[in-house]
């Protein structure tokens, strides 16, 4: 089965900036060269909302409007990394932030930002998460 961590969260002042980590491991098979990686977050009290999305084998990003300019996601194919770069932090990134990953290509960036914030199908699978907390 295919596994995430997730590492990086911690608390910052608001303007700050963080890199979150996702390590995939047990992929296996002809279409995970297809798959996509994403991020999305859960803060208290709110719904979960897909926050970017990476198509691995194009190298194209996808993100939700709110942290457009300020967010960055990006690969390190060699190490099975997926990475969130956070800039210019606000009070309202604050949340629990989830690494996602789906078993081949996950559909048109729209739909996929969708399906990680209901967290359904294309992404099967889920890390544990780590907390961004931004005062």
């Known amino acids: 089965d295919v596994q995430l961590v997730e590492s990086g969260g911690d608390s910052v002042q608001a303007g700050g900036s963080l890199r979150l980590s996702c390590v995939a491991s047990?992929?296996?098979?002809?279409?995970?060269?297809?798959?996509?990686m994403g991020w999305a977050r859960q803060a208290p009290g709110k719904e979960r909302e897909g926050v970017a999305v990476?198509?691995?084998?194009?190298?194209?990003?996808y993100y939700v409007d709110s942290v457009k300019g300020r967010f960055t996601i990006s690969q390190d194919n060699a190490k099975k990394v997926v990475y969130l770069q956070m800039t210019n932090l606000k009070p309202e990134d604050t949340g629990m932030y989830y690494c996602?990953?789906?078993?081949?290509?996950?559909?048109?960036?729209?739909?996929?930002?969708?399906?990680?914030?209901?967290?359904?199908?294309?992404?099967?699978?889920w890390g544990q998460g780590t907390q961004v907390t931004v005062s």
């Open positions: 996602a990953a789906s078993p081949g290509f996950c559909g048109a960036s729209d739909t996929a930002i969708q399906a990680l914030g209901r967290r359904t199908n294309p992404f099967h699978y």
């Open positions: 990476l198509y691995t084998a194009l190298g194209s990003t």
């Open positions: 047990g992929y296996a098979g002809s279409s995970a060269s297809r798959r996509c």
